[in-house]
């Protein structure tokens, strides 16, 4: 890493785990292209957190002009975070009011967890329904009360509400690998039909997240297939360091392991530990699905998180032209996704080549008829 990448990642871990690495000296132009670093990866409030925490190291040499465009940042995203909380409480007391049995994913459930939980960037509002009968009511529900909206894929509605993105979930997850997938559903399902209730409060509301244990794994499937099909997402490991910082002693840390085994997943999971050890300085007593002995070397993993350019799997559709033959929207975009498919495969095989196909199924999907 470059000094602009190791004072990011520095300053980004003042500002989420309160590490105290000292910051290198850096011009100006420097420091600039450190926000529009933290712009990208959406985490731009909690390395302005941890630049005001170390406000007094002589090497933290902004000038006023750039610590006006940070605080103005961190405002920003304050006052969303705070718009999405009253109309996140404000939705799960309509669906709660109509018995569906709403249950909170990532986004406002996860932020919850931060030192400054209004510093999370907001997403997108994922409702997970694990009953069919109630996820068909929520569904009727948004039709009628909702804009805009649309099946994004199987089992996943997705619609505006007094405007925020909504997503209703009738899986939490799903994986391309057909065995695989069967595993994890059948874990779900489970786990919530077995398992304590676990409840927030947001805006005042009593609001359903998933169980600790589960929470963890469904955090670790999330970056595993975002891994694969995007690159490696710092807000997600961060808040995979949240989870076992924060809540870790409710985890039970021996079924964590079984899933992981039932999944086939366990070198996503080194790579994932050792992401947290490299990058967020964890110790590998804290990562209890890692193998602390195993000898990791994540630098060309590290160097993608650095070089986004914008090659999403949406980025290398087919389109059909006048004539009758097919081409491709993005060359560069698929080699680079054939490179990061054999790049990763060994970290999780299985379930690798089946993203990969399909994907490019869904990318031929594309072209009309």
């Given at each position: 890493?470059?000094?602009?990448?190791?004072?990011f990642?520095?300053l980004?871990?003042?500002?989420?785990f309160g590490?105290?690495?000292?910051i290198e000296?850096?011009?100006q132009?420097?420091?600039?292209?450190?926000?529009?670093?933290?712009l990208?990866?959406?985490?731009?409030?909690l390395v302005?957190d941890?630049?005001?925490?170390?406000?007094?190291?002589f090497?933290?040499?902004l000038?006023?002009?750039?610590?006006e465009?940070?605080?103005?940042?961190?405002d920003d995203?304050?006052?969303?975070?705070?718009?999405?909380n009253?109309l996140?409480?404000?939705?799960?007391e309509?669906?709660?009011?109509?018995?569906?049995?709403?249950?909170?994913?990532k986004?406002?459930?996860i932020?919850?967890l931060?030192?400054?939980?209004l510093?999370r960037?907001?997403?997108?509002c994922?409702?997970?329904?694990?009953l069919?009968?109630?996820?068909?009511?929520?569904?009727?529900?948004?039709?009628?009360?909702?804009?805009q909206y649309?099946m994004r894929?199987?089992?996943?509605?997705?619609y505006?509400?007094?405007?925020?993105k909504?997503?209703?979930h009738?899986?939490?997850?799903?994986?391309?690998n057909?065995?695989?997938n069967?595993?994890?559903?059948?874990i779900?399902?489970?786990?919530i039909?077995?398992?304590?209730?676990?409840?927030?409060?947001?805006?005042?509301?009593?609001?359903?997240?998933?169980?600790?244990?589960?929470?963890?794994?469904?955090?670790m499937?999330?970056?595993a297939k975002?891994?694969?099909n995007?690159?490696?997402?710092l807000k997600?490991i961060?808040?995979?360091?949240m989870i076992?910082?924060?809540?870790?002693d409710?985890?039970?840390?021996i079924?964590l392991?079984q899933?992981?085994?039932k999944?086939?997943?366990?070198g996503?999971?080194?790579?994932?530990?050792?992401?947290l050890?490299k990058?967020?300085?964890?110790?590998?007593?804290?990562i209890p699905?890692?193998?602390p002995?195993k000898?990791?070397?994540i630098s060309?993993?590290t160097?993608?998180?650095?070089n986004?350019k914008g090659n999403?799997?949406?980025?290398?559709?087919?389109?059909?032209?006048k004539?009758?033959?097919?081409r491709?929207?993005?060359?560069?975009?698929?080699m680079w996704?054939?490179?990061?498919?054999r790049?990763?495969?060994?970290?999780y095989?299985s379930?690798?080549?089946?993203?990969f196909?399909t994907?490019?199924?869904r990318?031929?999907?594309q072209?009309?008829?």
């Open positions: 890493m470059n000094v602009v990448e190791r004072n990642i520095r980004l871990r003042s500002g989420t590490d105290d690495t000292p000296p850096m011009s132009w420097k420091w600039e292209r450190l926000y529009q670093m933290s990208m990866h959406g985490v731009a409030a302005y941890g630049i005001r925490l170390r406000n007094d190291e090497f933290i040499n000038t006023n002009e750039q610590r465009k940070w605080r103005r940042t961190a995203t304050e006052e969303k975070s705070r718009q999405m009253i996140t409480a404000r939705l799960f309509e669906l709660n009011h109509r018995s569906t049995r709403p249950i909170l994913l986004g406002q459930a932020a919850s931060y030192n400054l939980p510093h960037t907001s997403g997108d994922d409702i997970f329904f694990p069919e009968p109630q996820g068909k009511k929520a569904d009727d529900w948004a039709k009628a009360n909702g804009e649309t894929e199987k089992g996943v509605m997705q505006m509400w007094k405007g925020i909504v997503e209703h009738h899986r939490i997850l799903k994986l391309t057909m065995f695989l069967r595993n994890l559903q059948q779900v399902n489970k786990e039909r077995c398992c304590d209730s676990t409840y927030i409060y947001i805006d005042g509301t009593k609001i359903e997240t998933l169980p600790p244990t589960l929470n963890l794994l469904y955090t499937v999330r970056i975002y891994i694969l995007d690159g490696v997402s997600q961060i808040e995979l360091g076992l910082r924060k809540i870790g409710k985890v039970d840390f079924k392991q899933w992981i085994d999944l086939h997943m366990g996503m999971a080194q790579l994932e530990g050792a992401l050890t990058l967020m300085n964890f110790s590998p007593d804290e699905f890692m193998q002995d000898n990791d070397d060309a993993v160097r993608e998180i650095f986004l999403h799997t949406y980025d290398w559709y087919f389109t059909q032209g004539n009758v033959f097919v491709n929207t993005n060359k560069s975009a698929m996704h054939v490179n990061h498919s790049r990763f495969f060994r970290y095989p379930e690798t080549v089946t993203n196909f994907a490019f199924a990318s031929l999907s072209i009309e008829e």
